[in-house]
């Protein structure tokens, strides 16, 4: 049965853009996977454990040799692991903070980057390769050609990049922008830029979940 997992990153319990398209997609995968499996993760109540010398130590010790710090931390990585390689299909909502992406999906994903295992280091070289994989981001500006801050986007570069090191050849980008147009008065010229495009990326996440 098709199996989907679901990461949910923004600190924002309701009203979240990303939140909202990623649940778009969710409700369309359902309705057209009604025997599947979905698993969600939410990473701003439930936060993964950042990478620490525990954790690289103990992947790298025998099992039985391992100190009770470094078991733990191999047993908390391997629930994540688990997750991954349990699942064929991937949504990962991720809003853009400070230019960037929340702590969380870094740890998140040095959790689960694991070389020889999970990573290949390019597209089609591992766990993800062959699986359908969409991110969700949300921008409080636009960071496109021409915008006054054309560059300072480091949120999908880096997301596509680590994606790809995980094997990700089918994946696809989903990006809500201006979403700060609401309550930056600054950005309030572009409030129809970001309901058009919140409109259309709900409309493209549920007909990706459905293809």
């Known amino acids: 049965m098709p199996h989907l997992l679901h990461i949910d990153s923004s600190l924002a319990p309701e009203g979240s853009v990303s939140r909202g398209v990623a649940e778009a997609y969710a409700e369309s995968w359902r309705k057209h996977h009604p025997d599947g ?3 969600h993760r939410d990473l701003a109540t439930s936060p993964p454990p950042h990478l620490n010398w525990a954790l690289v130590s103990g992947g790298q010790t025998p099992p039985e040799q391992r100190t009770p710090e ?7 990585r391997e629930e994540y692991l688990e997750e991954v390689e ?6 990962i909502s991720v809003p853009m903070y400070n230019y960037a992406y929340p702590s969380t999906i870094k740890a998140w994903l040095d ?42 986007d480091h949120q999908v570069p880096y997301l596509r990049h680590a994606f790809e090191a995980l094997g990700a050849d089918n ?12 309550v930056n008065p600054a950005l309030a010229a572009f409030t129809d ?8 990326a709900e409309q493209a996440a549920r007909d990706r979940a459905a293809a």
């Open 193 to 200: 830029v970001f309901e058009a495009s919140r409109t259309a």
């Open 171 to 182: 994946i696809e980008f989903i990006t809500v922008v201006m979403t700060l147009s609401k």
């Open 37 to 39: 499996t979905l698993t």
């Open 70 to 76: 470094q078991a733990e931390a191999v047993k908390i």
């Open 111 to 152: 959790q689960v980057i694991v070389m020889g295992r999970t990573a290949g280091g390019t597209a089609g070289d591992g766990v993800l390769a062959g699986r359908k994989v969409t991110v969700i981001t949300a921008q409080g500006g636009s960071y496109a050609p021409g915008a006054p801050k054309e560059g300072w």
């Open 86 to 91: 349990s699942a064929d299909e991937y949504v």
